[in-house]
């Protein structure tokens, strides 16, 4: 392989090459890939010109793999792993998106839940607005947010699931009450995810659900020991404009692991 710095750019395109049909752009990155000896051109029966990989560039492809899975956590490697079988399953998946939620303020001493303003009458003769039941809202930020592959709005079924790698991680978020609660006014299922042994069913408050990996992240095999509570919810229209501003999980996602989201605020 030459001297050529090699980029990002160059292992996409290097990656869409080795997914299509090969058809050449003709720009400098296929030049920087042809010089660098990762791609080469050919001609089909009809004489139509195409760029293959060579064994370079798939070995290279292989290793740029390789060193992003290396550099993830355990958490976010069990997160990716359990996203690959949930858009296995038909759903459509998105990693830490920023969620604003609704929460009783009354239930928790969490600081970061922010009460709602009750409104006065603007004028003496207005009657005053029934009192609303007391709510406030939370910037949630679940692991993994999912909904089916469907055009139909009452079939999307959202769900949150928590991720996590440790126990510690696990004791630590169940002190807080709001963080739940929102994941309940998100979806209309909420599990927790984490390796097997490090928690009972038992030990994680209802109506989430519970599942469990058996053995490395890698190969291990999930298992559902608890199903969550369904409970029938429309998507918020806040919800809707966080997921138009975020992009999903990619179904096959070949190239590299994905780095986590941009935070997509409502």
């Known amino acids: 392989m030459s001297s050529i710095a090699l980029t990002r750019q160059h292992r996409t395109r290097l990656m869409n090459l080795w997914r299509s049909a090969g058809w050449p752009c003709k720009d400098g990155l296929e030049i920087d890939l042809l010089a660098?000896?990762?791609?080469?051109?050919?001609?089909?029966?009809?004489?139509?010109?195409?760029?293959r990989l060579t064994e370079a560039g798939i070995t290279w492809l292989a290793e740029a793999?390789?060193?992003g899975l290396r550099s993830?956590?355990?958490?976010?490697?069990?997160?990716?792993?359990?996203?690959?079988?949930?858009?296995?399953?038909?759903?459509?998946?998105?990693?830490?998106?920023?969620?604003?939620?609704?929460?009783?303020?009354?239930?928790?001493?969490?600081?970061t839940v922010l009460q709602a303003q009750e409104r006065a009458p603007l004028w003496p003769e207005e009657p005053a607005p029934e009192a609303p039941a007391p709510h406030g809202w939370r910037?949630?930020?679940?692991?993994?947010?999912?909904?089916?592959?469907?055009?139909?709005?009452a079939y999307l079924q959202?769900?949150?699931?928590?991720?996590?790698?440790?126990?510690?991680?696990?004791?630590?978020?169940?002190?807080?009450?709001?963080?739940?609660?929102?994941?309940?006014?998100?979806c209309c299922e909420s599990f927790y995810l984490f390796p097997a042994g490090i928690a009972e069913p038992e030990e994680i408050p209802e109506p989430f659900g519970v599942w469990v990996l058996h053995g490395d992240i890698e190969t291990g095999r999930f298992e559902q020991l608890r199903p969550a509570h369904h409970q029938p919810r429309t998507l918020p229209f806040a919800v809707w404009m966080a997921l138009a501003k975020a992009t999903p999980l990619p179904r096959f996602?070949?190239?590299?692991?994905q780095a986590p989201l941009n935070e997509a605020g409502v």
């Not at 399953?89 to 928790?108: F, Y």
């Open 139 to 153: 910037m949630s930020r679940p692991d993994l947010f999912s909904i089916r592959n469907t055009s139909v709005q």
């Open 158 to 186: 959202p769900q949150v699931v928590e991720v996590k790698a440790s126990r510690a991680d696990l004791l630590s978020d169940l002190r807080h009450a709001a963080k739940r609660q929102a994941y309940e006014w998100l």
């Open 65 to 67: 793999r390789q060193q």
């Open 72 to 111: 993830l956590s355990r958490h976010d490697r069990l997160a990716l792993r359990f996203a690959e079988q949930l858009m296995t399953g038909g759903r459509i998946v998105w990693r830490e998106l920023a969620l604003r939620a609704m929460v009783d303020p009354s239930s928790t001493t969490d600081a």
């Open 253 to 257: 996602d070949d190239e590299s692991p």
């Open 36 to 51: 660098a000896g990762l791609v080469k051109q050919q001609a089909d029966e009809k004489g139509r010109e195409q760029l």
